[in-house]
T-cell receptor, first 116, second 114 residues
Framework: DTAVSQTPKYLVTQMGNDKSIKCEQN?????MYWYKQDSKKFLKIMFS???????INETVPNRFSPKSPDKAHLNLHINSLELGDSAVYFC???????????????FGPGTRLTVL | DAKTTQPNSMESNEEEPVHLPCNHSTISGTDYIHWYRQLPSQGPEYVIH???SNVNNRMASLAIAEDRKSSTLILHRATLRDAAVYYCILRRAYSGAGSYQLTFGKGTKLSVIP
C-alpha cells in the first residue's frame, strides 16, 4: 500500500490556468507538508498543516492555496499559473507529537508541473 | 536554523564502504542530526538520525563527532541502488505543532560505479 500518494504525477498546463494537486496519506499522521523542488534541485518547504490547520506558510505567493479537508488529505490549488511555478511538488506527512525525539517524514512520489 | 555543509558530489565503487561527511559547526544542543536521501525521480526518504551517540540501522550507520560539529553517514557496502542525493539536516527539538519541517541543503550526490 502506498503511504503517501499524489495525483497527478505529471501536469502540463498553460500560463494563467488554475490547477490542483492532490495528496493523501494512509499512515494516520496528523501533520502534512508541501515542498517545492525547483530546476536546480533545491527542496523548500511551502506549507505545513497540523490537524487540518495551517501552521507554516513560507512566503509562498497567495496564488498557492492549500486545503486540508481532513487529516489524511492536503491538496494544493494554484491560481494563475506562471512559468516560474514549473517544478516538482512533493507532499509529505509525519506524526507531530510533543516530546517526540524524531518524526520521520514520509514523502510522496512528487508531481512534476510544467507551465508553458 | 543551523546550517550544514556537505561535499557536492562523491563517487564510490560498488560493494565498497562509503563515508559521507557533514559539517554542522553551529549545531545547538537540542538539534538532532537527520539524514535523508533522494533517489532519482523519487521523493526523499529517511535514512537515519542521531543526537550524540553513534547509530546503526538496516540502511546505514551514523557516526557523530564528540563535539557534535560534524557527522558521517556510512554505507557499509554501496550498491547501485544507493546512487542518490544524500541530505544532512539538523532538526530542532519539538517547539510546537508543525515545527518539524525539514530544511534541505544542496546535499551530496553519490555516484556508484559498477
Amino acid at each position: 500500500d502506498t503511504a503517501v500518494s499524489q495525483t497527478p504525477k505529471y501536469l502540463v498546463t498553460q500560463m494563467g490556468n488554475d490547477k490542483s494537486i492532490k495528496c493523501e496519506q494512509n499512515l494516520g499522521h496528523d501533520t502534512m507538508y508541501w515542498y517545492k523542488q525547483d530546476s536546480k534541485k533545491f527542496l523548500k518547504i511551502m506549507f505545513s498543516y497540523n490537524n487540518k490547520e495551517l501552521i507554516i506558510n513560507e512566503t509562498v505567493p497567495n496564488r498557492f492555496s492549500p486545503k486540508s479537508p481532513d487529516k489524511a488529505h492536503l491538496n494544493l490549488h494554484i491560481n494563475s499559473l506562471e512559468l516560474g511555478d514549473s517544478a516538482v511538488y512533493f507532499c509529505a506527512s509525519s506524526q507531530d507529537l510533543a516530546g517526540t525525539k524524531y518524526n520521520e517524514q514520509f514523502f510522496g512520489p512528487g508531481t512534476r508541473l510544467t507551465v508553458l | 536554523d543551523a546550517k550544514t555543509t556537505q561535499p557536492n558530489s562523491m563517487e564510490s565503487n560498488e560493494e565498497e564502504p562509503v563515508h559521507l561527511p557533514c559539517n554542522h559547526s553551529t549545531i545547538s544542543g537540542t538539534d538532532y542530526i537527520h539524514w535523508y536521501r533522494q533517489l532519482p525521480s523519487q521523493g526523499p526518504e529517511y535514512v537515519i538520525h542521531g543526537l550524540t551517540s553513534n547509530v546503526n540501522n538496516r540502511m546505514a550507520s551514523l557516526a557523530i563527532a564528540e563535539d557534535r560539529k560534524s557527522s558521517t553517514l556510512i554505507l557499509h557496502r554501496a550498491t547501485l541502488r544507493d546512487a542518490a542525493v544524500y541530505y544532512c539536516i539538523l532538526r530542532r527539538a519539538y517547539s510546537g505543532a508543525g515545527s518539524y519541517q525539514l530544511t534541505f541543503g544542496k546535499g551530496t550526490k553519490l555516484s556508484v560505479i559498477p
